[in-house]
């Protein structure tokens, strides 16, 4: 991966050079002002409070990011005052957010999501924090961190895989085998629905699922190269071989849950739950939602399926969050402390203890308490030729937000129509990526 990347687009690390270190929609223009500072000035402005802004509103990460926040109080004196909004609603008024009065330090995530606000100064470079954290990290994950102008703007805590999930005790009673083609993966599908099942769990309210699946197919049709070559708005999206990607995704389009559009992704993680799907493709935070102790144990996965051998499943979708500071935090220097803290395995450790459906972002962070789900998501990340951020984190946000997940969802309703689909996709995507 190279220093100083291009402005529109982060590639992903080398497999390797992440393992050895992973231990373990934004609406622009929304102008929704829909989440606000915590704290007011009487606090934000202490030197003894940091106040965060946190997108981890669902009940297990919400638990597992208090408990880091108490370890940093605990060792620092310093309290961390939390604003915890709704995920979708805090992507949804992000831009709005850092233009106002945001908190000194926010949830966000690494790509070109990270170096969009890096780049328009909605953030402040970290490089003193990286000073003292670089040692926990290997480079690729350094360069991960890294906006547009080489500094620092990001502080990773996280990662995980995007697969194809399942339950074990599914697939052992009706004589399932994992799939690694395309044509045994639908050959699957159609004796899923045979034995009453629903084939792939599906759910596409929020309108994020989809850019994921989309994601996974065209990286089987095309290879990584083409992919990100249409994420830096490079390849076109009437090219014959984005077309490709459409039809292998009409045909197992019928094998989706129905009604996808209308469930949120937790709804469709509970059919799989209660055993009524047979496989749901997502990233595996979908653990998440197994909170039942056997249930979790009974989750497993195998990547997505090959579909040109010439790419195999060589490429693997492994976002990472994290945090960044905003531009003007109020306590600087308390942020600092905290983002320092952030970056140490402690944090790391502290974190998946509570929340055990993502893998740590640094290398020096401990694997011994690692599930058997972890360890095969390690092991997935690790295998893979290529890393992807994922759709709305590798492409211009005001992109996948305003066009691609409309689009998606239309042609979820009608795939029928996308010709004209890719058409008009295709010239928003000229007038979006020739603004600056």
Known sequence: MRPSPSPLHLPGPSRRSVLRGVGGAVALGAGIPLLSACGGSSTSSDSKTVTLGSNG??????????????????????????????????????NSYLQGTPDDVFNWFAGYRMQFFAAKGLSTPIDDVWKTISGNFPTAMQDLSKGADGKFYFVPLTTYPWAIFYRKSVFKKYGYEVPTTWSAFIALCQQ????????????????????????QINCRTNGYDFHISLMKGE???????????????????????????????????QSVVSKKAGMYLLGMFVAQQFTN????ADLDFFPFPEIDPSFGQDTVEAPTDGYMM???????AGAVKLLEFLGTPKAEETY????????????????????????KGYDLIAGAKHLTQYMDRDSRPDFT????????????RNPKG???????????????????
């Open 57 to 94: 509103s669902d009940a297990v990460p919400k638990k597992a990011y208090a408990s880091v926040y108490k370890a940093f109080e605990a060792s620092s004196g310093i309290s961390v005052d939390v604003n915890t909004k709704d995920h979708n609603t805090f992507q949804e008024s992000i």
């Open 192 to 215: 899923m629905k045979k034995d009453n099942l629903v084939p792939i769990a599906f759910g596409d309210k929020d309108a994020w699922p989809a850019l994921g699946t989309f994601d």
């Open 235 to 269: 390849a076109s999206w009437t090219d014959a071989k984005t077309r490709a990607t459409f039809d292998n995704w009409t045909e197992i389009l019928p094998y989706h849950q129905d009604g996808s559009v209308g469930r949120t992704w937790q709804d469709a993680a």
């Open 293 to 296: 102790a056997a249930d979790l």
């Open 326 to 332: 905003s531009k003007s935090p109020k306590n600087h």
């Open 352 to 375: 998946l203890k509570a929340d055990p459906s993502v893998v740590a972002a640094s290398d020096k962070a401990s694997t011994s308490a690692y599930s058997a789900l972890q360890k």
């Open 401 to 412: 937000s305003t066009v691609m997940q409309p689009a998606m969802q239309n042609f979820i």
């Open 418 to 436: 996308i010709d004209s689909l890719l058409s008009s996709i295709e010239r928003q995507k000229k007038t979006i990526f020739a603004s600056s």
